[in-house]
């Protein structure tokens, strides 16, 4: 965790005459001095780090972010938000109609979340420029949930009856070999993460941009390496976390089913 100032509402004097009573004011801790541009506290300001101008992508990125994830310090989307020019924050619980001019229209898009038994999830590897999901030259839509988990779960089951007339849903590559989760087994973290596999809503848009833009590898390395900083910066204020289990994977489950039925 960063660092907080402690702010004493007691007076400090005491309660006799003499006028003590006015040194309240200045007993008070200095306030931390915060960046007017990654409104980050100053001795983790990651400016020198965030790419300038943003990276612009073929891909637009919308975020819908829990409005308890809003007020959060560690949430990595407003500087994922800088570091993107075609990046839109929304704060709210759900998608719906006339929340988002873009996703009114329709657009060819894909929402990131890991799949279930009733609603699978495509590869994001699969999704290169012949994929029917992409519609030809049409631009694509990129949809990510920023939350806890099971904010994100609420608010993609809140959101599903307004996506699935447009949108697809997709998830990071699996690795067979491994009991669940993304191949990206993530030093990234920097919250305690409810289960293995889960990443940052920034990392996981980097790895989503890594496979489907163009020059989607550089994009990729750019903003991992801004993830990297802001991850070390926090690494003096947060005790090591224990890995937790792996979330099971359906694919896996399945075929675990399967061999034990043959």
Not at 124 to 148: H, K, Y
Not at 151 to 172: D, I, N, P, Q, Y
Request: with cysteine; net charge positive; aromatic share 4%.
């Amino acid at each position: 965790m960063e660092p907080m100032n402690h702010h004493d509402n007691n007076s400090g004097g005491g309660g006799g005459g003499g006028g003590g009573g006015n040194s309240s004011s200045s007993s008070a801790p200095p306030r931390r001095s915060i960046c007017p541009n990654c409104s980050r506290p100053e001795p983790v300001c990651l400016c020198k780090f965030l790419p300038s101008p943003p990276i612009a992508t073929r891909t637009k990125i919308i975020i819908l972010q829990h409005p308890h994830e809003a007020r959060h310090k560690l949430s990595t989307t407003p500087v994922l938000g800088k570091c993107l020019l075609n990046a839109t924050t929304i704060v709210g619980r759900r998608l719906r109609p006339g929340l988002s001019e873009l996703l009114d229209q329709s657009p060819p898009a894909v929402y990131l979340f890991p799949p279930s038994a009733a609603s699978p999830a495509v590869d994001i590897s699969s999704l290169d420029s012949s994929s029917p999901i992409r519609r030809g030259d049409s631009d694509l839509v990129l949809i990510a949930f920023d939350g806890t988990w099971k904010h994100a779960k609420e608010m993609v089951r809140s959101s599903e009856e307004f996506l699935s007339k447009f949108a697809t849903r997709v998830c990071l590559d699996s690795d067979d070999n491994v009991d669940g989760g993304s191949i990206y087994d993530s030093e990234l973290i920097l919250r305690k993460e409810p289960h293995g596999g889960c990443v940052s809503t920034m990392e996981a848009v980097a790895r989503c941009l890594g496979a489907v833009e163009s020059n989607g590898a550089e994009i990729e390395r750019r903003l991992i390496g801004v993830l990297r900083e802001m991850v070390r910066f926090q690494a003096g204020y947060v005790k090591p976390m224990n890995p937790r289990p792996k979330l099971k994977n359906s694919k896996n489950k399945k075929k675990n089913k399967e061999n034990e039925i043959a």
